[in-house]
Every structure is written in C-alpha cells, then in structure tokens.
C-alpha cells in the first residue's frame, strides 16, 4: 500500500539549482529512513543522501556543500535540493524509504519501498 511519487525533475542548466520532492502515502507513522538514489544509463545506482525519522542526515562526498535533504513530517514528504548543479548529475533519481532506523542510509539494499524515478538533466 506504500507509494512513493517524485517530482520536480527537468532539465536545469549548469550552476543552476532544481529541488525534489517525494510525497508518500500509504507509509507506516514512527520511525523510518527516507534517501534519494540516483543512476545513469549504464552505471551503479548510488545514495545522493539520506534522513531518518531522528533527523540524522547522510550525503554522497560529490554533493556535499550542494544538495541538501530535508523532511515535513505533516506533509510526509521529503525533499532534495540541489544547487550549483553540473552536468555530473544529470541522472535518473530514485526517492526509496523504509521502516525503522537505519545503520547506513546510503545503501540501496537497506530499502523496500521505491519511487518512480524523476530525470535531471543538466546542461551546460
């Protein structure tokens, strides 16, 4: 019954910013862990960053300083904000959640429920 649905996705231009959002529904109240994963064609999928229900935060090295995650818990959706974007990232990004805390955040396997998907793409 847990749904997960991104949006926000485009294409921005280089140095711009772009913030994403994953609205859920049907998700169990307490604890929980929420992260965005991205992946390119032909390339591993990787955690982008993550946050639990405690507000413990983790992010990939490469967006550290740029993107910044974030939740509203009466809204139950969590967000991605991306600034001084490069064509690097330009990726298919994935919003993934799952029950209970988390050892690593950043782990695709550690998650259950999945998103469709929302493409960024960054042009110079």
């Known amino acids: 019954q847990v749904e997960l649905v991104e949006s926000g996705g485009g294409s921005v231009q280089s140095g711009g910013s772009l913030r994403l959002s994953c609205a859920a529904s049907?998700?169990?109240?307490?604890?929980?862990?929420m992260a965005w994963f991205r992946q390119a064609p032909g390339k591993e999928r990787e955690g982008v960053a993550g946050?639990?229900?405690?507000?413990?935060?983790s992010y990939l090295d490469s967006v550290k300083g740029r993107f910044t995650i974030s939740q509203d818990d009466a809204k139950k959706t969590v967000y991605l904000e991306m600034n001084g974007v490069d064509p690097e990232d330009t990726a298919m990004y994935y919003c993934a959640a799952e029950t209970g805390l988390l050892w690593s955040l950043l782990v695709p396997e550690n998650y259950k429920y999945w998103g469709q998907g929302t493409q960024v793409t960054v042009a110079s």
């Open positions: 946050i639990d229900s405690d507000g413990r935060t």
């Open positions: 049907g998700f169990p109240y307490g604890s929980h862990c």
